[in-house]
């Protein structure tokens, strides 16, 4: 009630200004074509969600329902280690568990390692349905984010278009897989990363564009959230601990033609009734080019030319923020370009490596 | 909401209700809407709480008020639409009251002749301000307040010294009585002169030179010297006129009182300014009307008249005064700031329009499976064209194709290097087409249709067309024409694709959707241009059928072609040729085998039937994001599809990775190759027809062979 006082108040008193309008992108923000130019490690993945680095800097990468091995030299050699029933949305390695797999509508399971087998599926009654990232903290303790508790993590768009608020984090006990939610309400948590003193589990609110932290109190009760960075120019997905700065790589851009569909409710669900999924309004990890896909005024060819600051279905954005989340650099591939949607960003054997699903490539971003 | 469903006979032949609004507010008239109700409303309230407010005694005796001041507020008015203020009107007024009552009473001069010199010292008085403010250009603010104050210090000394000479005369002679109680017709004297100052005064500022030249000098000075003006003369021009008009007032005002005394005239500077912004003139000059200043002066009297007669004391009434002063003023700082943007916004109404189910293009087996057949086109003139939307061949072999730099350039055969201007319209060519007599005929947006003679020269055949009776907005001015074909009694059809926006605006008539387009027909005989039809949903190519007997045009955001036959025994009717494209459809030319290409510049999507069917929805986008937000249609895909003579698709080819031709606008088949042109591009195509007739060009098809001697060497 009071909230809606304020909001009646100050739109009399201003009526024209801006609720969290998208920022420009300027200062750091500033965009180039780091990501399209960067050197592409390996390519030819057909659904890549994640990737970890585990002993002796192999890095693990989520690909579809496979997860492969990637190894040697500029980890130019792979094999499939495992293959599983849904598509595993994210992976964590931990020396003491071994490799956890995020799996699509199943849950968490450790898939190598000493604790192979072991399996987290529900907490609160309720399955994880979304499970996005895992994260072991101390020594017997699992986080899980769950991106969603109604909608499978690969069907995030009908999150999206919802407005979805119902992500969660959960808390399980390694040991006796017993699980249970810490923090609910959340707008679509898609990964998980430790603060450097271990009190502190920070996360992106993709839906919300911004990123939030929860102390992890040893209590049983919920938590309350705190927002760190709020109002980001794109859709927050994965964030990363770097030696010296954190990586947070974006699903794609906010425009300003979403912000408007999210107001228009009956439009947007007489799109998702009409309209098949690939070509609605909404944000993508890639575009295919298909002629059914929305187009706007700016993306129209000129000359036979796209132009770069044209609203883009999908984008490829990573930050470098300092440790005290300030932006001090960004890569980014723009409107036409190819390395969009970086779903995971990281630092391995001293380089900086980011994985796109547009260009279906592990990119290199050069030594640290 | 108003629907457009798709009925393609059933067109829009009635303005779409919030059109109506939206147009209306454009017209010049919708200012004086506001000062209107005000009037009417306020004339009703007083008219209700006064009873006998308006018997005719009363009305005979508010006019003899009325005439006085509304005399000085067309002079206040003025002065404001010349970008200046007059603060000193009510001194002039009681200056030439006394003048006027002293040179008839006390020095007995003639009526007439002290007319006359009162009106001559006002103008005077007038001068003083005009020269101050028009051409030595200081601020009318100040200088006319302090002429105010000496004026009114000038009435004082003289009622000191002369005052009690005036105070046992009067005069009566006829022509005096006359002025002050006379009527012609039931009219006071007085309100016979306001009413023709008033009538010279509009078609002063409506319908002559000096008029067009106060409203340009008030609007901005420095423009209107620029544009050759004598700003300072104009301005001072009025100031004296002002002056004069404040005489004219106060003589009346003597010859019905009779008397001076030191309150004449007082605050009436206030007054009459109130009646004027109240009326909808704008303080900041260069806006307003003479009807708007009276109806301002008539709130303002009916307003302080009836206080006055309900009893309300002095005080409240020059309070209230002020009040609505305050008021009016702000209304008019607010309305100008907005007024642009509520035109905007009420002008563009999108319309329902449900569209039958979209082909599918992704089937393999449906007639539009995408191909590459467009990729080894020859390229010609690549980057040396700025958009060519038309392209056309001269008997010659000469291609000629119309850019966005306002010229039709022409590349000369055979190899397409050589490039020159050939023409240069001003507006954008479009359509092109070859008469009779080789002259090549163009319809130019924002133009017209015009025409190029073989030697360059150009010469205009048609920029309007009939009035449609029942539209707001006058239509008669040719904005978009489009394409066009020549019937072989020389008649020229062509469209123009809408009515209501500019080339640059194609995608906010998109958007609308209300069925803007017309196909017009020019008539050489006659020299008239007539409507053939309307309510098309952007027309765009027209054609001509190989029998000669109908034209075919295209309607791109209906994604159909219509045939309306001008021969024959269907004459005068029409019927779709093509009803449901899985595109928007561009231009349409026939082909060497008895069919047609038409260019499909665009690909609809599912979400762009989805928008066309939520008007509502493409309301708000337009107003809340920006243009480059906005959803399009595809126009970064498109095909050249080739039809026969009943609709059917025979083949179509693609740019499938839009290399060379995303978007198609136009094709022209010329002896066994086609040349491709599109809005957007920087090249045009060539591509070799393997199974077309070598020797085939348009020209033989709609004019019949000639020898070869007559064409080009």
């Given amino acids: ?368 | 909401m108003s629907e457009t469903a798709y009925q393609p006979f059933k067109r829009i032949t009635r303005s779409v209700p919030k059109q109506v609004i939206g147009e209306a507010l454009n017209k010049p008239w919708a200012d004086s809407l506001i000062p209107f109700t005000v009037t009417v409303i306020t004339i009703a309230i007083f008219a209700s709480l006064l009873e006998g407010y308006l018997s005719t005694v009363n009305l005979g005796s508010l006019a003899h008020q009325f005439s006085e001041t509304a005399i000085v507020v067309l002079a206040m008015g003025l002065v404001v639409m010349v970008g200046g203020i007059d603060l000193s009107v009510g001194s002039i007024f009681a200056l030439a009251n006394f003048v006027a009552l002293y040179l008839i009473i006390a020095l007995e001069v003639p009526v007439g002749g002290a007319v006359v010199l009162t009106v001559l010292m006002g103008a005077g008085l007038g001068a003083v301000n005009g020269l101050l403010c028009g051409i030595l250009r200081m601020r009318a603010f100040i200088v006319t307040l302090v002429t105010m104050i000496i004026f009114r210090g000038i009435v004082s000394l003289l009622l000191l010294k002369f005052g009690s000479e005036l105070a046992l005369g009067a005069e009566d002679t006829p022509l005096w009585s006359f002025l002050g109680y006379g009527s012609v017709l039931g009219l006071p004297t007085n309100t016979i002169i306001f009413l023709f100052l008033a009538v010279g005064g509009h078609v002063l500022l409506t319908r002559t030179r000096l008029g067009a030249h106060i409203i340009a000098v008030g609007g901005s000075r420095l423009a209107a010297r620029r544009a050759g003006i004598p700003a300072g003369r104009i301005a001072m021009g009025v100031y004296v006129l002002s002056g004069a008009l404040c005489a004219l007032a106060a003589v009346l005002y003597a010859s019905r009182i009779g008397s001076v005394s030191y309150t004449t005239g007082k605050h009436l500077e206030i007054l009459v300014l109130t009646a004027v912004i109240l009326g909808g003139v704008s303080l900041g000059g260069g806006r307003g009307s003479i009807a708007r200043m009276v109806m301002g002066a008539l709130v303002v009297m009916v307003i302080t008249n009836g206080m006055v007669r309900l009893g309300i004391r002095g005080g409240v009434t020059e309070m209230a005064t002020g009040a609505i002063l305050l008021f009016a003023i702000l209304f008019d700082v607010k309305w100008l700031k907005h007024k642009d943007k509520l035109l905007n916004s009420t002008f563009v109404c999108p319309v329902k329009l449900t569209m039958p189910p979209l082909p599918d293009l992704t089937d393999k087996n449906s007639p539009y499976a995408v191909n590459d057949r467009l990729r080894d086109v020859e390229v010609i003139g690549l980057d040396q064209v700025d958009g060519p939307e038309d392209v056309i061949l001269d008997r010659a072999g000469n291609l000629y194709t119309g850019v966005r730099q306002g010229e039709i350039l022409r590349f000369l055969a055979p190899d397409y290097t050589r490039r020159e201007v050939f023409a240069r319209p001003g507006g954008r060519p479009l359509g092109l087409a070859f008469d009779r007599d080789d002259n090549l005929i163009t319809c130019v947006a924002g133009m017209g249709l015009y025409g190029v003679r073989p030697d360059g020269e150009i010469f205009k055949l048609t920029d309007q067309s009939r009035r449609t009776w029942w539209r707001l907005r006058d239509d008669s001015r040719i904005l978009m024409a489009d394409d066009l074909d020549i019937a072989p009694d020389g008649r020229i059809f062509f469209s123009e694709a809408t009515v209501r926006y500019a080339l640059s605006d194609w995608i906010v008539d998109g958007l609308e959707a209300a069925g803007n387009g017309k196909l017009l027909c020019y008539d050489p005989a006659t020299q008239k241009t007539t409507t053939v039809l309307q309510g098309l949903l952007f027309a765009n190519g027209v054609c001509l059928s190989h029998d000669g007997h109908s034209i075919l045009v295209v309607e791109s955001w209906g994604s159909c072609v219509q045939r309306h036959w001008i021969n024959g025994p269907k004459k005068g009717t029409t019927e779709p040729f093509i009803a449901n494209l899985p595109g928007f459809a561009d231009n349409i030319n026939r082909a060497s085998d008895g069919t047609y290409w038409i260019a499909i510049a665009g690909i609809r999507s599912p979400l762009w039937d989805l928008t066309m069917k939520s008007p509502g929805f493409r309301t708000r986008m337009i107003k809340r994001i920006p243009r480059d937000e906005w959803i399009f249609p595809n126009l970064n895909a498109g095909f050249i599809a080739k039809v026969d003579e009943t609709g059917q698709i025979l083949d179509v080819l693609w740019d499938r990775f839009a290399t060379h031709h995303p978007s198609v606008t136009s094709m022209r088949e010329h002896r066994g190759y086609l040349y491709i042109g599109g809005l957007a591009n920087n090249r045009i195509g060539r591509i070799k027809l393997p199974a077309a007739d070598p020797t085939w060009m348009g020209q033989d098809s709609y004019w019949g062979t000639r020898p070869a001697e007559a064409s080009e060497a």
Avoid at chain 1, 44 to 66: I, K, T
Avoid at chain 1, 83 to 88: G, K, L, N, P
Avoid at chain 1, 147 to 166: E, N, P, Q, T, Y
Avoid at chain 1, 339 to 349: F, M, S, T
Wanted: aromatic share 8%; with cysteine; proline share 5%.
């Fill in chain 1, 1 to 368: 009630m009071r909230n809606m006082l304020t909001e009646i108040i100050a739109e009399v008193l201003s009526p024209n200004r801006e609720q969290n309008a998208i920022p420009p992108m300027d200062g750091a923000w500033t965009p180039n074509s780091l990501l399209e130019e960067a050197p592409r490690l390996s390519e030819g993945y057909q659904d890549p969600h994640d990737f970890c680095v585990g002993p002796n800097n192999v890095l693990f990468v989520a690909d579809g329902v496979n997860v492969l091995r990637l190894f040697g030299k500029d980890w130019r050699s792979r094999e499939v280690v495992a293959t599983v029933e849904a598509t595993v949305l994210g992976l964590a390695w931990h020396d003491q568990a071994g490799l956890l797999a995020c799996i699509d509508g199943v849950g968490v399971r450790v898939i190598q390692g000493p604790m192979t087998g072991a399996a987290f599926l529900e907490a609160n009654g309720a399955t994880l349905l979304a499970p996005r990232a895992a994260l072991v903290t101390g020594s017997d303790k699992l986080l899980v984010a769950d991106g969603s508790r109604g909608i499978h993590g690969s069907d995030w768009v009908l999150d999206f278009m919802a407005k979805g608020r119902s992500g969660r984090v959960v808390a399980f006990d390694l040991a006796t897989g017993k699980g249970r939610e810490i923090c609910t309400g959340l707008g679509y948590p898609s990964s998980l990363m430790l603060s450097q003193d271990g009190g502190t589990v920070f996360f992106p609110e993709a839906w919300r564009a911004q990123i939030s932290s929860l102390p992890l109190a040893p209590g049983e009760g919920q938590q309350d959230k705190q927002t760190v960075v709020r109002n980001l120019p794109a859709y927050p997905w994965r964030l990363a601990r770097g030696r010296q700065s954190l990586l947070v790589s974006f699903l794609s851009m906010r425009t300003q033609l979403m912000e408007f569909l999210l107001g228009e409710d009956a439009f947007r669900s007489d799109m998702m009734r009409q309209v098949p999924r690939d070509f609605w309004v909404a944000p993508a990890f890639r575009s295919r080019a298909h002629v059914y896909e929305p187009i706007q005024g700016g993306q129209l060819l000129q000359h036979g030319k796209a132009k770069a600051w044209a609203p883009s279905r999908s984008y490829g954005l990573l930050a470098e923020l300092r440790p005290n989340f300030e932006v001090s650099r960004t890569f980014h591939a723009r409107h036409g370009e190819e390395a969009h949607g970086i779903v995971a960003a990281l630092e391995a054997d001293g380089r900086r490596l980011a994985l796109s699903a547009g260009a279906e490539a592990l990119l290199d971003l050069g030594a640290l």
